[in-house]
T-cell receptor, first 112, second 118 residues
Framework: GDSVTQMEGPVTLSEEAFLTINCTYTATGYPSLFWYVQYPGEGLQLLLKATKADDKGSNKGFEATYRKETTSFHLEKGSVQVSDSAVYFCALILTGFQKLVFGTGTRLLVSP | GAVVSQHPSWVICKSGTSVKIECRSLDFQATTMFWYRQFPKQSLMLMATSNEGSKATYEQGVEKDKFLINHASLTLSTLTVTSAHPEDSSFYIC??????????????FGPGTRLTVL
């Protein structure tokens, strides 16, 4: 079945460090891909998205590129801040379907 | 744009009572809304898909008589936890699809409702 695999956390970084959170997927069709962020005690916020191969989603300094050849959608940021501490979820949805398939989430902890 | 609200943000109730949680799309119409449950430090578990004007579609293992979903309008869906028990304590999150714009596959999430059953 369709699935999303994320690297296990927590990922612990110092402020201004480079961030990569790996995400790979398995899908029977051609999915749209998403990154959502969840701050403590809150719901999920859409961070960025990409709908086809080679698309790059970007927002708030975060980027992810839809790589069909490696079935990946890794999240990157050049310089993290303490305020980026949160849980990040990678997700996919197949075209024509309604259900989001989530990864397990990766907790990011950024220290000053 | 694309804001989803939930009410209440937290609720504490006694075992055996029923609790209603509202999910509203504030600036768009949502023919489809989704209800999720999240346990501490875990991912989201889809409970049901709610379609405006029709019965909800429940995921396998979710008791439809316990978790009543109503989607009476294009901006409101409600989840009622009936005869709540402590094991129903959880974080409930709704989402809504904005099908009016270019990104029809995108779901926007509410801030969540923390339910504690004593």
């Amino acid at each position: 079945g369709d699935s999303v695999t994320q690297m296990e956390g927590p990922v612990t970084l110092s402020e201004e460090a480079f961030l990569t959170i790996n995400c790979t997927y398995t899908a029977t069709g051609y999915p749209s891909l998403f990154w959502y962020v969840q701050y403590p005690g809150e719901g999920l916020q859409l961070l960025l998205k990409a709908t086809k191969a080679d698309d790059k989603g970007s927002n708030k300094g975060f980027e992810a590129t839809y790589r069909k050849e490696t079935t990946s959608f890794h999240l990157e940021k050049g310089s993290v801040q303490v305020s980026d501490s949160a849980v990040y979820f990678c997700a996919l949805i197949l075209t024509g379907f309604q259900k989001l398939v989530f990864g397990t989430g990766t907790r990011l902890l950024v220290s000053p | 744009g694309a804001v989803v609200s939930q009410h209440p943000s937290w609720v504490i109730c006694k075992s055996g009572t029923s609790v209603k949680i509202e999910c509203r799309s504030l600036d768009f119409q949502a023919t489809t809304m989704f209800w999720y449950r999240q346990f501490p430090k875990q991912s989201l578990m889809l409970m049901a898909t709610s379609n405006e004007g029709s019965k909800a579609t429940y995921e396998q293992g979710v008791e439809k008589d316990k978790f009543l979903i109503n989607h009476a309008s294009l901006t409101l869906s409600t989840l009622t936890v009936t005869s709540a028990h402590p094991e129903d304590s959880s974080f409930y999150i709704c989402s809504a699809r904005d099908q009016s714009g270019q990104w029809t596959d995108t779901q926007y999430f509410g801030p969540g409702t923390r339910l504690t059953v004593l």
